[in-house]
């Protein structure tokens, strides 16, 4: 059977919509071209923005060793986020909302102006700053499903927007330039107990290389970072699993905290 993106792209929808598990994907959705992959995750943005909102930015996926241990796969690779699942310092969400949630501590950055799209050669750490207005710490709410982590496939999690399930910014640092951003110790605690650390140098290097390799993938799309987008730049830690009832904070030396509570439907 021949693969179908608008196939793919409706089956997914239907996932999200009934918040099933899925543990592995069929047969049919079983593909390795990556092109193709972002082609679905395409189709699938559209049917999600009526309910989610727009286009707000990305999310880097699979950016650091912790990352890659957890999954036995290497990425990068992006996800759209969308305006309706971006949240502010402190957030609650309902158990009976996610099939599974997760939260990764990152450094979430704001684009200052567009970024076009490169032409004699691709964006790098340096090139890629001066688009840079704003760094702020952060989760990135992951809804993987139920996902068997021992067969993952990178194309999948590129078809289902990357399993962003939403973005939690900690409060604007006005101070954030005087920061080593590439060097900064970061914690997700559950209820006040710390179960996971990293360190920002872990993704890519620099918060500021996986942007740029974000600008240059996007150019070979024929997409571009607009101002005002934010990026979440990739996980430090491996994933954490949130206990429903519980309360997860995630913190970065210097730059800030957010608060999630996974609250139990009453």
Not at 128 to 157: K, M, N, Q, V
Not at 212 to 220: I, Q, R, Y
């Amino acid at each position: 059977m021949a693969f179908s993106i608008a196939k793919a792209a409706n089956w997914l929808h239907q996932v999200h919509r009934s918040r099933a598990v899925v543990g592995w994907w069929p047969e049919q959705f079983a593909i390795e071209d990556e092109r193709t992959a972002y082609k679905v995750q395409d189709a699938l943005l559209k049917k999600l923005v009526p309910k989610q909102g727009p286009l707000v930015g990305y999310k880097i996926a699979l950016t650091s060793p912790q990352i890659w241990e957890q999954t036995g796969i290497r990425g990068p690779a992006y996800g759209p986020i969308r305006r309706k699942r971006v949240f502010e310092h402190k957030a609650s969400v309902r158990a009976d909302q996610w099939a599974r949630l997760g939260v990764e501590l990152e450094v979430i950055l704001t684009v200052n102006a567009d970024v076009p799209r490169p032409k004699d050669k691709p964006y790098d750490k340096e090139s890629i700053e001066p688009y840079i207005g704003e760094a702020r710490a952060g989760f990135e709410l992951i809804e993987d499903r139920g996902a068997d982590y021992s067969r993952l496939s990178l194309t999948w999690l590129v078809m289902d927007v990357g399993w962003n399930g939403g973005s939690l910014l900690a409060k604007p640092n006005k101070n954030w330039k005087n920061l080593d951003i590439g060097n900064l110790n970061g914690s997700i605690a559950f209820d006040g107990k710390v179960v996971r650390t990293g360190n920002s140098g872990d993704v890519l290097g620099h918060c500021y290389n996986a942007l740029a390799w974000l600008a240059n993938k996007l150019g070979e799309h024929g997409k571009t970072l607009k101002k005002g987008m934010i990026v979440s730049t990739g996980s430090m830690v491996a994933c954490q699993f949130v206990p429903p009832g519980s309360t997860a904070v995630g913190k970065i030396e210097g730059l800030g905290e957010v608060t999630l509570k996974y609250e139990l439907p009453r």
